[in-house]
């Protein structure tokens, strides 16, 4: 059965976690955090936590002034809480009785339920009015600062608009899919917008496999590729495999690498419902070997193209682990390279917002391999901007781009070519 209060008490656990702990969302999912609740009480959680944080900045500027000083970080998670459902519309009585029940059950600090009742009381008559004059939340300092060195102020305030809007549902279909029953907007790079999805399980076309989830800058790289029917593309790092599964419907023959056993099994479970075919291999990237027409490396890194979707990221992370990040995107390239037949071609990307997981990376291989070229030419696919196009000739995606159309991704992606 259905209870709000456990959805509730769940979303203050997981802002916990991620406050408290570094944790991400998508830690806590995978490890089991939502499965003693009911479906809907899953989604509430998830949402109201998401939606707490994407508003982090806003409901501590509503708080402040109630508070003398700062409360245990799982009352000021409480308090947070209690803060954006009061001020997106949440009726105050149930909202504050909620959110006193919860703390005056914890363990250490049940005494501080008083606290909670008369702050929020404050925040439900004052917090809705000032609300809506906030401004938008920035992001940290240890992320924002380096973002304005590479992209500039007034893009970063765009950005910055973007990540609060959050990100809307792209889907890639089947080269032979008719998607008209979603009703979506076709993008100009060719994927497909779906606006005010709700439950993606129950799409027309899901069931029988038609689309795929797939940010439409997700979608680029496999775009700009291009791989025929009949070549032996190696992917690495490919689960849950949206970029696997268009090139598999192109006609290609793809090997996917990825280090992941929990996220190959999701990539399987998609082939399976699209009817697609791979060879998957559950293995290090580093480790693979061969020679392949094309290969793709999606490398993992600092993710900070996707806080849209993930507005827990600059708020658990503090950049202390970008460094080996990098490190270990270089050395992906560098194998990468050698698996690609003399006259083949690699596509190289991150979801990442940071020159240095994406430009930098480019600049420096091309120094090092004297048969790499960089094919700028190869990057003009339908929807691609000119000014899209960065110095070194990769693809440079934002979030504040397409703006009138609901953003998109950051990610980077740049198309290298082996000399014969
Ligand atoms: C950006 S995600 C890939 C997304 C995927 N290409 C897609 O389009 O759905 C990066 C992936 O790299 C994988 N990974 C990290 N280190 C790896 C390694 N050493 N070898 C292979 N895969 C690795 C992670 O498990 C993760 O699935």
Redesign the pocket.
Same mark, same amino acid.
């Given at each position: 059965m259905s209870d709000s209060n456990h959805a509730r008490r769940t979303a203050v656990y997981l802002l916990d976690q991620v406050m408290g702990e570094g944790r991400l969302l998508a830690e806590c999912y995978a490890g089991g955090v939502l499965e003693k609740l009911a479906p809907e009480d899953r989604a509430r959680a998830q949402r109201l936590a998401a939606e707490t944080l994407r508003n982090l900045e806003r409901a501590d500027r509503v708080l402040k002034k109630h508070l003398k000083k700062t409360p245990p970080i799982t009352v000021l998670n409480a308090l947070r809480l209690g803060t954006v459902e009061l001020c997106s519309g949440g009726a105050a009585h149930g909202v504050v009785n909620a959110m006193v029940a919860i703390v005056s059950k914890h363990r250490r600090h049940g005494q501080l339920k008083g606290l909670v009742n008369a702050v929020l009381r404050k925040v439900a008559k004052d917090g809705p009015a000032e609300w809506a004059k906030l401004r938008v939340p920035r992001l940290p300092n240890w992320l924002r600062k380096p973002l304005v060195q590479a992209w500039g102020a007034e893009a970063m305030l765009g950005m910055e608009a973007a990540h609060f809007a959050g990100a809307p549902l792209d889907v890639t279909a089947k080269p032979d899919a008719d998607l008209s029953a979603l009703n979506g907007e076709t993008l100009p790079t060719g994927s497909v917008r779906v606006v005010n999805a709700r439950q993606v399980s129950a799409l027309p076309g899901y069931e029988a496999g038609n689309w795929w989830i797939?940010d439409a800058a *997700?979608a680029l790289p496999a775009r700009i590729l291009n791989v025929q029917p009949g070549e032996h593309v190696l992917?690495?790092?490919?689960?849950?495999?949206?970029?696997?599964m268009q090139m598999a419907a192109a006609g290609a023959k793809v090997t996917a690498?990825?280090?992941?056993e929990n996220?190959m099994s999701r990539?399987q479970d998609n082939l399976t419902r699209t009817g697609l075919q791979a060879e998957l291999i559950v293995?290090?990237?580093?480790k693979q070997e061969g020679q392949f027409d094309a290969v793709l490396l999606?490398?993992?890194?600092s *993710?900070t193209g996707t806080i849209r979707r993930h507005p827990d990221l600059p708020l658990a992370k503090d950049g202390s682990d970008f460094g080996a990040l990098i490190e270990?995107q270089a050395q992906?390239l560098a194998h990468a390279w050698t698996l690609v037949k003399p006259g083949g071609r690699l596509m190289f990307c991150?979801?990442s917002l940071l020159p240095d997981e994406g430009e930098c990376q480019v600049e420096d291989a091309l120094d090092m391999f004297p048969e790499m070229s960089i094919d700028r030419e190869g990057l003009r696919v339908p929807g691609v901007e000119p000014d899209w196009i960065s110095e070194e000739g990769g693809l440079r995606l934002r979030p504040d781009f397409w703006p009138e159309r609901g953003g998109m991704d950051g990610f980077y992606m740049a198309l290298l070519r082996k000399s014969a």
């Open positions: 797939q *997700a992917e690495l790092c490919a689960a849950p495999g949206g970029k696997t690498v990825d280090v992941s996220r990539l293995g290090d990237a580093l999606d490398a993992p890194c *993710a270990l992906m991150t979801c």
